[in-house]
T-cell receptor, first 112, second 109 residues
Framework: DAGITQSPRYKITETGRQVTLMCHQT?????MFWYRQDLGHGLRLIYY???????DKGEVPDGYVVSRSKTENFPLTLESATRSQTSVYFC???????????FGPGTRLTVL | GQNIDQPTEMTATEGAIVQINCTYQ??????LFWYQQHAGEAPTFLSY??LDGLEEKGRFSSFLSRSKGYSYLLLKELQMKDSASYLC??????????WGAGTKLIIKP
């Protein structure tokens, strides 16, 4: 399917477990982003990537790891999940850093 | 610090006009974006302003004043499907988007 997809859409895990959220885009966009969205807060940038093998921290990177071996994929890993990481996670992509971003459908993560 | 302010919630009547304001203080400015987000869904792009003035796109218009650090989104001929959250985001000097918490717009018949 064309566009940007995320998996899983819903995930329940336990404190201390490792979790990986997947993001895949078919536009060959250079830039990809991971955000978290919590009630009362705006979207907060976790990590972003300007191209394959180039990643950089955003506003709230602690506890998260990313990689980008291929242009189309940008997985986000929570190395040891904590309750404070319960959130909705959105992946986004854009052609250039100054272009509008296109968002995936989101992953709702609950850490018990 | 960087800050984006927008009202938490607004209510309007079907067929009417509503204006959603956004004020910002950021490190640099490379444009202001408005996104729409229906409950449980992803944000979708509505508009982009980088120069002062009004940008019109169908029923939606967006205005920017860089000197005042101010923007608004104007929605005309409101429809029930316009019930959603509207997110204001400013692109800072590092080309990162700084997001407001969003304005929940409730449309009443």
């Amino acid at each position: 399917d064309a566009g940007i997809t995320q998996s899983p859409r819903y995930k329940i895990t336990e404190t201390g477990r490792q979790v990986t959220l997947m993001c895949h885009q078919t536009w060959s966009h250079s830039y990809m982003f991971w955000y978290r969205q919590d009630l009362g807060h705006g979207l907060r940038l976790i990590y972003y990537s300007a191209a394959a093998d180039i990643t950089d921290k955003g506003e709230v990177p602690d506890g998260y790891v990313v990689s980008r071996s291929k242009t189309e994929n940008f997985p986000l890993t929570l190395e040891s999940a904590t309750r404070s990481q319960t959130s909705v996670y959105f992946c986004a992509s854009s052609e250039r850093e100054y272009n509008e971003q296109f968002f995936g459908p989101g992953t709702r993560l609950t850490v018990l | 610090g960087q800050n984006i302010d927008q009202p938490t919630e607004m209510t309007a009547t079907e067929g009417a006009i509503v204006q959603i304001n956004c004020t910002y203080q950021t490190s640099g400015f490379n444009g202001l974006f408005w996104y729409q987000q229906h409950a449980g869904e992803a944000p979708t792009f509505l508009s982009y302003n980088v120069l002062d003035g009004l940008e019109e796109k169908g029923r939606f218009s967006s205005f920017l004043s860089r000197s005042k650090g101010y923007s608004y989104l104007l929605l005309k001929e409101l429809q029930m499907k316009d019930s959603a959250s509207y997110l204001c985001a400013v692109m800072d000097s590092n080309y990162q988007l700084i997001w407001g918490a969003g304005t929940k717009l409730i449309i009443k018949p």
